[in-house]
């Protein structure tokens, strides 16, 4: 090969092999070009999701035609992620980007050095609400936030700022799942029906969700739950229930004597029989607030992550584990 090189040296004049050159450089620069559309390694669409809920969506709408990371690994909270320089070169090297502005601001900084093209921020694609007040929540009280693109979508609850855990809501969810389908069709026109299809069956199955929580939830005998992470704002919200949050958006944080007296004047009144945590979480605070008050403790999982405490393997069966400890904690009329 060598010699080949040599021998076509000697035939074409300087000026012509320089063109040749910068005609290799070109392809090459091409081949680069067609590796961030999907032809990459084993010729999958590189898609980065910033936690699970993220992730789950790239694998379920990308299904083999993408290879999904992520970058906060299970059992790690994602609001305190850091992320390692190595991270930042995978974020940096990835086809598509999927991720929550204003849920983890390590990584909203990353996102914004990264270059990528294609990049998706889920609370641009559906309405951001405000469900926090004085510490705690109340869903009937929200207004509605814009959810425009480049918009400060805060987690801190306590100072009114918009939730972000729309996931909780099948329908939220759903629009987030139509955005996230068409971005991976515009990242790999090539494989664009299989994702429509993908994208369409996640909706009716997260349609159907919606439905079993619908009907689930209807004739409960109280509609309040009190929980340590006010998370479920959106999920209250859809089907007609009232968050109760002992200390705001920290599970692990300690709550004052006055929140505890008012809960507990909540629980006699509303008939609420459970105080529910999550499995990630340290279940203390829920545990004190259920000595003080006679209620018993349950799991209520904000699905920020799945590890081996979780209830179920994936997003569905969390779920539909969270609905089932709703029913049971609500009690029937």
Known sequence: MKMDVMNVRRLIPAAALGGAVALGATALTACSGASATGGREDGKLQVMSSFYPMQFLAEQIGKDHVKVATLTKPGVEPHDLEITPRQTGQLGE???????KGLQPAVDKAVAQSGVKHVVDAAALTRLEVHASSGHDHAHEGEEGTGEEGHDHGHDHAEAGEDPHV???????????KGVGAALEKADPGHAADYRKNTDELAGKLAALDT???????????RTFITTHSAFGYLAERYGLDQEGISGVDPESEPSPARMKELQAVARKDNVSTVF??????????RTLAADTGLKTDVLDPLEGISDKS???????????????????LGSK
């Open 94 to 100: 990835s086809d598509v980007v999927l991720y929550l």
């Open 167 to 177: 996931w909780l809501d099948p329908v939220k969810y759903a629009e987030i799942a």
């Open 212 to 222: 079993e929580f619908k009907d689930g939830l209807q004739n409960t005998a109280s």
């Open 277 to 286: 945590f999550e499995a990630l979480a340290s279940d203390k605070t829920a």
């Open 311 to 329: 209830q179920g393997a994936d997003y569905f069966e969390v779920m539909r584990s969270n609905l089932k400890n709703l029913q049971k904690a």
